[in-house]
């Protein structure tokens, strides 16, 4: 049965920081990562995904990497602002299926 | 392009009653997906649906719950006979092709008094 970890379960920075999270899976037989904040109250947005395939993505202050072979993934995050701050979520979509597994998340602080 | 819908946003039903979750996919999309997010819980998956089509309900309790996506229309997570421990936000998600990026709706937060 995959299992996903996320860590740390909360983390609390100054403004201009950059940061690592981390995500880790207990099966390699993956399809892809995905990674997704939420906001107190809210849906899950997609911030980005891995194919299997793929080492890394990157959109704007976010890069994403994935060892497959290791079942890990990092979400970085360079120059935190205030506005990142919110739940992060790591999810696996395994080839099974379509269905994606979660982890707990970690819940981001940025202060300012 | 209109995001995935869900409606209603919050709902409050007494022990015993029906609550009917509705989503609307993404323009195009025609594989939806039904996750349930208990209080201080994670995201579990329930149910994946293409049209007309139940292809994983391997996530969703034997009884009480079910889960449709007609021709026409909104997919549907139905639960019958609601109780408290069915309290939780309920999110919906569509994609364009199986295995796809997951785009998530504003959850339905399900009240049981």
């Known amino acids: 049965k995959q299992e996903v970890t996320q860590i740390p379960a909360a983390l609390s920075v100054p403004e201009g920081e950059n940061l690592v999270l981390n995500c880790s899976f207990t099966?390699?037989?993956?399809?892809?990562l995905q990674w997704f904040r939420q906001d107190p109250g809210k849906g899950l947005t997609s911030l980005l995904l891995?194919?299997?395939?793929?080492r890394e993505q990157t959109s704007g202050r976010l890069n994403a990497s994935l060892d497959k072979s290791s079942g890990r993934s990092t979400l970085y995050i360079a120059a935190s602002q205030p506005g990142d701050s919110a739940t992060y979520l790591c999810?696996?979509?395994?080839?099974?299926?379509?269905?994606?597994?979660f982890g707990e998340g970690t819940q981001l602080t940025v202060n300012p | 392009n209109a995001g995935v819908m869900q409606n209603p946003r919050h709902l409050v039903r007494r022990r015993g009653q029906e609550a009917r979750l509705r989503c609307s996919p993404m323009?195009?999309?025609?594989?939806v997906y039904w996750y349930r997010q208990l209080p201080e819980e994670g995201l579990k998956f329930m149910v994946y649906?293409?049209?007309?089509?139940?292809?994983?309900e391997s996530g969703m309790p034997k009884e009480r719950f079910s889960a449709e996506f007609p021709k026409e229309g909104p997919s549907i997570l139905r639960i019958q006979q609601v109780v408290r421990g069915d309290s939780a936000a309920y999110f919906c998600?569509?994609?364009?092709?199986?295995?796809?990026?997951?785009?998530f709706g504003p959850g339905t937060r399900l009240t049981v008094l």
């Open positions: 998600a569509s994609s364009l092709l199986e295995a796809d990026t997951q785009y």
């Open positions: 649906l293409q049209k007309e089509n139940i292809i994983d």
């Open positions: 999810a696996v979509t395994e080839t099974s299926g379509s269905r994606l597994t």
């Open positions: 891995i194919q299997s395939s793929q």
């Open positions: 099966d390699s037989a993956i399809y892809n």
């Open positions: 323009k195009g999309h025609s594989h």
